[in-house]
């Protein structure tokens, strides 16, 4: 099983320079520490994880890295013209030396579609059929397209891909899943997914795809120490802070409180669970990390494990990530 780093270049300190200089910088130790991947996501108007360009960090981070890959988890698609993106995408392929991982979502607030001027009811149908222009424009030579939201026509865009890209779904919806079991891409799990959620992805992917095995991603906290009591401690605070700091930052926002709803609250709600997101983390010893991770690994094929340290300070998440390398990887 790979190991790889959730970033959500979070605003503990409410310096923007310093969250996004940290996160950075910590990529680069877990690739020291060797692990396999990074995967960084996409918010907006938002205070406390300030990534609303991912692509900027992908590409910074593939010039400063040499071996880490580094994911979009994920590119909001609706948000996007197709074809810019496409382009963008392909100049990201022509110097990544295969390490860029391609991670695509649809988005789930109201704000973005009443800022972006996206529609919520057709935002999944928008993420496929975008996605399946890229596709077709980095990887054909001459494009016409005609679609219900986009087209094209005779469009060749430069520079050209010398293979196709691995495209993997953030998204937990039956669509999703079918949407990837039969074009073959792979799913990212959320930081909070229940087992039985993960069971159901994986149950529904092969109804559509039972011969093709599911790339699937699965992101967790994380912390590791040697005394019990302190971690849950910690990990229960650093989770509840990290959660009410999402949901907070409407009030520090003036974007968001102006294009607040109901809707977006109640969708903020159920996505920032901190009891979710403490209940399916890995804490503890190494010895029950250990244990917690090698029964998720018995359940489910798990390709890769985004961890996200559950600490406010940088310096303590490189502590957990140093001693899960050297305790807790070895032996799962």
Same mark, same amino acid.
């Given at each position: 099983?790979?190991?790889?780093? =959730? ?20 990529? &680069?130790? &877990? ?18 994880? *300030?990534?609303?360009?991912? %692509? +900027?960090? *992908? ?5 400063? +890295? ?28 022509a110097f990544d030396e295969n390490r860029f991982l391609y991670g695509i979502a649809k988005g789930a607030f109201p704000i973005y579609d009443k800022t972006f001027k996206a529609d919520a009811f057709t935002n999944r149908e928008v993420m496929f059929e975008a996605n399946e222009l890229i596709h077709k424009l980095l990887n054909e030579e001459l494009v016409t397209f005609k679609g219900n939201f986009f087209t094209c026509e005779n469009i060749s865009i430069r520079p050209k891909l010398n293979e196709p890209i691995n495209t ?39 109804? =559509?795809? @039972? +011969?093709? @095995? %599911? /790339? ?18 910690? /990990? ?5 802070? =990290? ?11 003036? +974007? ?32 029950? &990390? ?14 890769? %494990? ?27």
């Open positions: 099983m790979k190991t790889a780093l =959730f970033c959500l270049f979070e605003n503990w300190e409410n310096n923007y320079q310093k969250a996004i200089t940290e996160q950075l910088d910590l990529i &680069c130790y &877990c690739e020291d520490l060797g692990f396999d991947e990074a995967w960084i996501t996409e918010h907006h108007f938002n205070n406390f994880s *300030v990534i609303p360009s991912p %692509l +900027t960090a *992908v590409s910074y981070l593939l010039g400063k +890295t040499k071996s880490i890959k580094i994911g979009t988890a994920a590119i909001l698609l609706p948000l996007y013209n197709p074809i810019k993106l496409a382009e963008e995408i392909a100049m990201i392929k993997y779904i953030a998204s937990e919806s039956f669509e999703a899943i079918k949407e990837a079991a039969t074009k073959g891409y792979g799913l990212i799990g959320s930081i909070g997914i229940s087992k039985e959620k993960i069971k159901f992805i994986f149950d529904t992917y092969k109804t =559509f795809n @039972p +011969t093709k @095995p %599911l /790339s699937f991603r699965v992101a967790r906290g994380i912390n590791i120490g040697v005394n019990k009591e302190e971690i849950i401690k910690e /990990s229960q605070y650093c989770a509840d802070l =990290f959660l009410k700091s999402m949901r907070a930052s409407k009030d520090t926002s003036p +974007t968001l409180v102006k294009l607040l709803t109901n809707e977006y609250i109640d969708i903020r709600n159920k996505l920032f669970d901190s009891n979710k997101l403490f209940e399916n983390a890995i804490c503890g010893t190494p010895k029950e &990390c250990i244990e917690q991770i090698k029964a998720l690994k018995e359940e489910f094929d798990i390709e890769a %494990l985004l961890l996200k340290p559950l600490t406010t300070s940088t310096e303590k998440a490189k502590e957990i990530l140093n001693l899960y390398t050297k305790e807790v990887k070895p032996y799962v």
